[in-house]
């Protein structure tokens, strides 16, 4: 899988920023957003909220699976 199109977020537990997400899973929010969720490879939970756009091509690029 290519790290430059992984989804990158902030680890709250280690305080690291552009973490690489593995096991991503989007959703959408009740408000409509997108939301995605999974964990940074040493098992600590992370998520971020995305665009639509971003979110359906993290899913179209197969870096991300549709939970909606």
């Known amino acids: ?3 430059s199109k992984m989804i990158k977020a902030y680890c709250l537990k280690t305080k690291e920023k552009d ?9 959408k929010t009740s408000r409509g957003g ?3 969720s999974g964990n940074d490879g040493k098992g600590n939970k992370m998520a971020a909220i995305l665009g639509e756009a971003k979110a359906l091509q993290a899913i179209k ?3 991300a699976k549709q939970g909606f």
């Open 1 to 3: 899988m290519d790290k």
């Open 19 to 27: 973490v690489p997400m593995h096991d991503a899973v989007i959703t």
């Open 34 to 36: 997108y939301m995605a």
């Open 61 to 63: 690029d197969g870096v």
